[in-house]
C-alpha cells in the first residue's frame, strides 16, 4: 500500500444522494488549479497561477495530517467528476474551526448545500463538535446565500490579515442543526 492509499484509508468517505465526499487525490489538482486561476476563485485567495495552486493543494492534503481533518472533495456520484471541496477546517489565523465549501464547477443545484449539510453532520456527530462558524469575505454574496439556507446567522466581522473583511456566519449548534445525515437515508 503506497501513501496515497493509506492517506484515502484514514480519510472518510461520506455519501449524499448525489454526491460522495471523499479524500483529496493527485487526479483533483488540475481541476483545483483551474478554479484558482479563474476569477471566480477572487473569494478564496485568488486568482493564482499553478505553482501557488499546488501549494494550496499541499494546504489541503496537510491539514488531515496536522488537525486529523479538512476539507473532503465533493465528487458527483453520477459521473465520478470533482465538483469541489467542503469540511471542517480550522487554519492557522481562523478565528474558529469552521465548515468550509468551494465550489469549482455545478453551481445552481444545490451541489453546495448538499455537501456542506453533510460535512457539517460529520463534524458534530464524529468529531464532536457543538458549533462551527463559515468565514465568508465581505461581497461573496453566494456563500453568504448558502449559509442562510444552511441555518447560518452572520454574528460579526472580521478582518482576516490576508484576506480582509469578513463576516462570520455562525452554524446552528449541533443539538439544533437539524437534518443531518438521516435526511440522506
Known sequence: MNFSQSFEALVPRLETPRLVLRAPRAADF???????????????????????????????????????????????????????????????????????????????????????LAARTWAYETLGWTSAISLILDGNTRSEALAARLG???ESSVTHAQFGAAGIWRHPAADTQGAGMEAYA
Open 152 to 154: 447560518c446567522i452572520r
Open 30 to 116: 488540475d481541476a483545483f488549479a483551474a478554479y484558482l486561476a479563474s476569477e471566480r476563485a477572487r473569494f478564496t485567495g485568488g486568482p493564482m497561477d499553478r505553482n501557488l495552486a499546488w501549494r494550496a493543494f499541499g494546504h489541503v492534503v496537510g491539514h488531515w495530517v496536522l488537525r486529523g481533518y479538512g476539507v473532503l472533495v465533493i465528487e458527483d456520484k453520477a459521473t465520478g467528476e470533482a465538483l469541489g471541496t467542503t469540511g471542517p477546517f480550522f487554519p492557522e489565523g481562523w478565528p474558529e474551526p469552521e465548515i468550509a465549501w468551494t465550489l469549482w464547477q455545478g453551481e445552481g443545484r444545490g451541489i453546495a448545500t448538499e455537501a456542506a
